[in-house]
């Protein structure tokens, strides 16, 4: 498969579970989406999540990144906090958090984060390309 079937691949894969894809510009496939803003009694959580997918055809390479940038408060409790994840220690984290309606309904909120990279993982395996996690954005960039 060439590079724009195996970038339109991904992209279809990304958006059958809810993500919403950035193709072209200073990468090939990038992220920058809000995957929770949940509101509950006693404060509120937001996890924000990020990604670069740079396909390098010279090496056959699909370069990774990511981050995730969670945001916690509470009120009644007077704290709150923000702590970012980077590539290694998201790749099987689950996000699940219950957020409540106006109408006091709970809905529960379930994402498994390490599918986002999976989903590139086995996409480069399965036409013959390698995979590798960057810690640094630039090297997922053109």
Known sequence: ?????????????????GITCNVGGATDISVD???LDAKHPTGK???HYENAILMSEKDQTIYFWELTKEIK??????FSSESFSQSGSTLSRKVKA???STDGKA?????D????????KSTAKENGWKFKVVLSKK???Y
């Open 1 to 17: 498969m060439e590079k724009n079937e195996i970038i339109y691949s991904i992209v279809r894969q990304y958006e059958e579970i």
């Open 33 to 35: 989406q809000e995957l």
């Open 45 to 47: 959580i937001k996890i």
């Open 73 to 78: 408060s509470g009120f009644s409790l007077g």
């Open 98 to 100: 219950v957020q409540y």
């Open 107 to 111: 809905y529960e909120y379930d994402f």
């Open 113 to 120: 984060l390490g599918k986002l990279n999976q989903i590139v």
């Open 139 to 141: 090297k997922a960039l």
